[in-house]
């Protein structure tokens, strides 16, 4: 006679835990599918083990009368291959019936582009956008069917979807369960779908959306609008749809982040002489003030003329790169008058001077823009 302890490798008077966990160890480890037709034996006789152990009552017997108190079947008379499926991923796996799959289903995302100008990243907008997708077919309202009519139960499955099929097997008798091929899960048929959509229960058409574009998005930006995506099949739930920012070029100012960057081109004089300069920027004429002396690398910053802080507070900065430029052509009463100053000021013949090494507006903008 077996000793079906010693097949699972457990005490006599082991856990029922113990016993579930030694036989999934095992049957992991003989099974044909793992092992190979040769572990077909030792899978029967782990199968055959489990079976009476994990049953208190079938346990008490073989304690009292070994392999002979089940009489000639045996302790595996009657065992069905659905047990050990049961054992490893839960009674619906093992064949139990599924209920009918709904027919509509969750539609896709949708992905549109959207092109905004620098002002509307900077103070947000409002924009009307048209979209090709699927909504509900306003004829069947999203029940797939022609007006007047309904789905029907399906005759082969007799509305659960799924059909159960028994086979055999080295075990024995095998239950399988599987999707129903004529009504492909649903439970229902539609013997007379809609025209309009074909029994899609969703038709494609070109509609209006208004996007609220906040203040502060950038190129790459994606606003979620819940719900307005691809209406599913079976007039199933919609779902979302992105809009993607892409920021058009803007001729006078460049984006770094939130600030802005802009270069403004002056006289030498002005530079020496200090003056006082009108900017167009986004939110209107600004007065910057040039201090005398001023040299070509300077920088001047104009406070919350930026981008706004996205779904936050605030507004980055305005950066002015002072461009000094130096007269090309002169005529003899300009050359005269120079001349004059170089000659006042001791420059008629200066010495050079090396700058230091990366001192250069370039390489100010760069250390500045990366926080040394």
Known sequence: MNDYYEILGVARQASQEEIKKAYRKLARKLHPDVAGPDAQDQFKDVTRAYEVLSNPEKRQMYDLGGEQAFGAGGAGAGFGFQDIFETFFGAAAGGAARGPVPRGRRGQDALVRLDIDLHEAVFGTTRELQVDTAVVCPTCNGTCCRPGTHPETCAVCHGRGSVQRVTRSFLGQVMSTSACTAC?????????????????????????????????????????????????????????????????????????????????????????????????????????????????????????????????????????HLDVQTPTRLDDRQRELLAELAALRGEEQPEPRLAASGSGVFSKLRDKLSGR
């Open 184 to 320: 492909q899960g649903h439970g229902t048929i539609i013997p007379d779908p809609c025209q309009d959509c074909s029994g899609e229960g969703r038709v494609r058409t070109r509609r209006s959306l208004r996007v609220e574009v906040p203040a502060g998005v950038d190129s790459g930006t994606r606003i979620r609008m819940a719900g307005q995506g691809e209406v599913g099949p079976g007039g199933g739930p919609a779902g979302d749809l992105y809009v993607e920012i892409r920021e058009k070029p803007h001729p006078a100012f460049v984006r770094r982040g939130d600030d802005l960057h802009c270069t403004m081109a002056i006289p030498m004089t002005s530079a020496a002489l200090g003056t006082v300069l009108e900017l167009d920027t986004l939110d209107g004429v600004r007065e910057i003030d040039v201090e005398p002396g001023t040299q070509p690398e300077q920088v001047i910053t104009l406070r919350d003329l930026g981008v706004g802080h996205l779904n936050r507070a605030g507004r980055g900065d305005l950066h002015v």
